[in-house]
């Protein structure tokens, strides 16, 4: 099936080769006895020539950091630990199973360090540990749910931080203090491009259909508003060519192949979303929110269990499939071995991977998917607590951020 004719952007975000941080009020670790002086053999710049790979991965439930080429983003961050409540909807709370892989609180990566306007990048290439590098430039929320951009992060994070978002969730972002001209609200099939000054890369976001609820239920929340409108993403990672002095520019032509990852967000399985196979027939990689979260005393499911995801790995024909958002909390009912078994008895055993909470795997546009340990563009070998504590000991207004 050929490619549709492909639409210009309904939005263009271009990002600027530093920015501020991502979190304020962040609480710094001791670091008593440790030396305070910097490190010397350290990269002054990004490489000019980074890999042509980008790189997944998942912290838990529905949160996972991807890079591509110099810019990395967020989707649906939720770092609430085992015990904490969610508020899903009037009465409805849910409890947290399972801790994310990296605790906002207690790990202190440093995922950027600017001092004196030269940007330090420094990198984990062990899924055990947490993800550094480059700092998180925009989040990608497919519905405003505490369990998808909960209290914690609502609180921490920079109100000035790009989000792409449905409209409502950006409305309600809106009103929560986040600038709105730093807010990006997508309907279904519209998108947006995203490119950073001094880096080749484009990432264009794509809104798909999405639905909580179908049917006479989905009729109903329409008029009750107790589940919130979700969508999907389309998300297509390219590299440009033709920019000046070497670098590319958001009017650079595309060059090579581009790579397609599709986020299902929370949605259940429904006919609407066979429309994406249509406008996009080719899916290198999908990331299916599982999990069959059902609200309680309606006894009502409104993410797709482990059959469901089976039927879209089906209808859409993804080359792979990853399972994210699953026994994390305790209204998930579909556990992520019921979708292996699944999975297993469909015949599709080689479409999916499974990722463990932390690890990182690696796409690219020629090679595909392939998971473990996968080096990035610099290894620096230093210590992550000497780069803080030189930066609290040198007022400049340096900043360090911790960022999980």
């Excluded at 304020?24 to 890999?51: M, Q, R, T």
């Excluded at 996972?64 to 770092?79: H, K, L, Y």
């Excluded at 015990?83 to 605790?103: F, W």
């Excluded at 914690?152 to 000035?160: I, K």
């Amino acid at each position: 099936m050929s490619e549709p004719t492909s639409r210009p952007p309904s939005q263009r975000l271009h990002l600027p080769r530093d920015i501020s941080p991502t979190f304020v009020h962040y609480p710094h670790h001791s670091s008593e006895g440790l030396p305070l002086s910097l490190p010397l053999s350290l990269p002054a710049e990004e490489p000019k020539e980074p890999n042509n790979h980008g790189t997944l991965q998942w912290v838990g439930n529905a949160t996972c950091i991807i890079e591509w080429r110099g810019i990395r983003f967020m989707t649906d961050p939720n770092f609430l630990h085992q015990g904490d409540h969610v508020h899903l909807g009037p009465g409805i709370m849910a409890i947290r199973l399972l801790d994310p892989a990296i605790d906002m609180h207690d790990v202190p990566p440093v995922d950027f360090i600017r001092m004196h306007l030269v940007t330090f990048n420094v990198s984990s290439i062990s899924p055990s540990n947490a993800t550094i590098g480059l700092l998180i430039r925009f989040y990608l929320l497919s519905h405003l749910h505490e369990d998808h951009f909960d209290h914690v992060v609502s609180r921490h994070l920079r109100p000035t931080m790009p989000i792409i978002s449905t409209p409502n969730a950006i409305f309600s972002l809106h009103d929560s203090g986040f600038r709105a001209d730093r807010l990006f609200a997508l309907h279904t099939w519209e998108s947006i491009e995203i490119t950073k000054e001094g880096s080749d890369a484009r990432i264009t976001v794509s809104a798909m259909p999405g639905q909580h609820v179908t049917g006479l239920v989905g009729f109903l929340n329409q008029y009750a508003k107790v589940l919130p409108p979700v969508m999907g993403s389309i998300v297509e990672f390219e590299r440009l060519g033709g920019g000046e002095n070497g670098e590319s520019s958001s009017v650079g032509e595309a060059v090579g192949k581009k790579f397609r990852m599709y986020v299902t967000g929370d949605t259940l399985f429904y006919d609407e979303l066979k429309e994406i196979h249509t406008r996009f027939p080719h899916i290198d990689l999908a990331l299916l929110h599982l999990g069959g979260t059902t609200l309680p005393i309606i006894n009502v499911m409104v993410t797709m269990d482990a059959q469901q995801g089976v039927q879209l790995i089906h209808a859409l024909q993804p080359e792979t499939s990853i399972p994210i958002h699953t026994d994390d909390y305790d209204l998930f009912k579909s556990g992520m071995a019921e979708f292996v078994k699944a999975v297993e008895e469909a015949g599709l055993t080689d479409r999916v991977v499974y990722l463990k909470r932390g690890e990182e795997c690696a796409f690219d546009p020629e090679g595909g998917v392939t998971v473990g340990t996968v080096g990035r563009r610099r290894e620096v070998v230093v210590s992550l607590m000497r780069w803080a504590e030189y930066a609290n000991n040198n007022d400049d207004g340096s900043d360090v951020v911790m960022m999980m």
